[in-house]
């Protein structure tokens, strides 16, 4: 739900920074209108007291704001002449509150009698750090109704509209091609959705195609070659049989059929290759290694005895490791094999398994070969002319299907390290 959750927060950030701009803009208008509502008041008690000074000339005798909101004081005419209008904001002491308050004061002149008069009205007036407090009140409390409504909006509503897309999103987590697992739609009046929806059901579509065709393809090819390639064998052997041949003609039938085998040897490494990079080995058990180690090594005990190599399995603990058990034979035989063909007579191919790492030593060549080229396809260090090249690359591929790491290293020996994750 991270995208419902992205866009909860910006939208919430979106909307308490408008809020706060609104309520900013909503401040400053208010104090705006605040004053010139108090402007309005003053100017019009100045036109009150100008009528009632008319009636009435004591109030013009009138100069201390203990007794009245107004005050008169006596001018020259210059003073009256160059005075200009002007509004002031103060503090007096206001005795019911017992402490100064703002009050805005209003300056003016007037002439009456002959005589000049300054003229000062006082209002009292809002007082703004109570208004900023009852504002914020309000704002933070505006702000908790807004999170609570982005929250049930988001739980609510906007789960309702994502659903279908975070359904798809999750049944293609899970979705594996050589099950022929199919993804169940979720309707949806989404516009959006359902195109989605669309294009991942002709993709997927197209995919199962496209990946069965690759499949019987390779089954048939393997078929298709495997076949011819054993009659040409079968034939060419009962042709040695059946007829007497020089040496020199026996030499080049021997290199047909090494050619041939070579071939066949391909063909089924390929095919398995192919086979182990289109994850169509689905069964899993539980393999324990040190046992698969020791019946590998039973299997090439006549092979060794003929190389004059001795096989040595050290064991300080064991190795579970779940993964297909062919595959997991096929990995350390290539492993055994290779020691095999490129160790030393009389020299052990060591087997050692420790704390989830086996390794498959053998001493070679006293010079450490290039860690990644002995890993690619086709390239033969070293090797034999009836080596395929492909016995390492098939133990990488089948190491990298189950998260294992497959190294070389060298310290005075070859060595082949797998090194398992724990389960």
């Known amino acids: 739900m991270k995208l419902l959750n992205y866009t909860s927060k910006y939208l919430a950030f979106l909307l308490l920074g408008v809020i706060t701009l609104w309520a900013l803009a909503f401040y400053y208008a208010m104090l705006d209108e605040i004053y010139d509502s108090l402007d309005d008041g003053l100017e019009n008690q100045k036109i009150l007291l100008l009528k009632r000074a008319k009636q009435d000339p004591s109030i013009l005798k009138n100069n201390d704001f203990n007794k009245h909101v107004y005050s008169f004081i006596p001018i020259e005419k210059n003073q009256y002449e160059e005075h200009k209008e002007r509004y002031q904001d103060t503090l007096m002491y206001m005795i019911n509150e017992e402490d100064y308050e703002p009050v805005r004061i209003y300056e003016s002149t007037l002439k009456t009698d002959g005589n000049y008069y300054k003229l000062k009205i006082i209002t009292s007036m809002v007082e703004e750090d109570d208004l900023i407090e009852d504002?914020?009140?309000?704002?933070?409390?505006?702000?908790?109704?807004?999170?609570?409504?982005?929250?049930?909006?988001?739980?609510?509503?906007?789960?309702?509209?994502?659903?279908?897309?975070?359904?798809?999103?999750?049944?293609?987590?899970?979705?594996?091609?050589?099950?022929?697992?199919?993804?169940?739609?979720?309707?949806?009046?989404?516009?959006?959705?359902?195109?989605?929806?669309?294009?991942?059901?002709?993709?997927?579509?197209?995919?199962?195609?496209?990946?069965?065709?690759?499949?019987?393809?390779?089954?048939?090819?393997?078929?298709?070659?495997?076949?011819?390639?054993?009659?040409?064998?079968?034939?060419?052997?009962?042709?040695?049989?059946?007829?007497?041949?020089?040496?020199?003609?026996?030499?080049?039938?021997?290199?047909?059929?090494?050619?041939?085998?070579?071939?066949?040897?391909?063909?089924?490494?390929?095919?398995?290759?192919?086979?182990?990079?289109?994850?169509?080995?689905?069964?899993?058990?539980?393999?324990?290694?040190?046992?698969?180690a020791q019946e590998c090594i039973t299997d090439f005990e006549d092979i060794a005895k003929h190389k004059?190599?001795?096989?040595?399995?050290?064991?300080?603990?064991?190795?579970?490791?779940?993964?297909?058990?062919?595959l997991a034979r096929i990995v350390l035989t290539n492993l055994i094999k290779n020691a095999l063909v490129h160790g030393k007579?009389?020299?052990?191919?060591?087997?050692?398994?420790?704390?989830?790492?086996?390794?498959?030593?053998?001493?070679?060549?006293?010079?450490?070969?290039?860690?990644?080229?002995?890993?690619?396809?086709?390239?033969?260090?070293g090797a034999t002319e009836k080596s395929t090249g492909l016995g390492l690359p098939i133990a990488r591929a089948i190491a990298e299907k189950y998260n294992v790491k497959l190294y070389y290293t060298f310290d005075q020996q070859h060595t082949f390290n797998l090194q398992f994750p724990k389960n």
């Open 135 to 292: 504002l914020v009140s309000y704002l933070i409390g505006l702000y908790v109704i807004l999170v609570i409504s982005i929250l049930i909006l988001n739980n609510l509503l906007l789960k309702r509209i994502w659903k279908p897309f975070y359904n798809i999103i999750a049944q293609l987590k899970s979705f594996n091609i050589e099950n022929k697992s199919q993804i169940t739609l979720t309707p949806t009046t989404v516009e959006e959705f359902n195109l989605l929806n669309t294009t991942v059901s002709e993709l997927i579509n197209a995919t199962h195609k496209s990946y069965n065709e690759q499949k019987q393809f390779l089954e048939n090819a393997s078929h298709e070659l495997q076949t011819p390639l054993a009659i040409s064998i079968n034939k060419l052997e009962l042709f040695l049989e059946k007829n007497t041949l020089t040496d020199d003609q026996l030499m080049h039938m021997a290199q047909v059929l090494d050619n041939l085998g070579r071939l066949t040897r391909l063909n089924k490494s390929l095919l398995l290759l192919s086979k182990i990079e289109n994850k169509q080995f689905q069964e899993e058990d539980k393999i324990d290694f040190n046992t698969l």
């Open 308 to 326: 004059g190599i001795a096989l040595q399995l050290e064991t300080q603990n064991t190795i579970h490791f779940k993964m297909n058990k062919d």
């Open 345 to 381: 007579k009389q020299n052990p191919v060591i087997i050692h398994i420790e704390n989830q790492l086996l390794k498959v030593s053998n001493t070679g060549i006293d010079s450490p070969l290039d860690s990644e080229l002995i890993f690619a396809r086709f390239k033969k260090i």
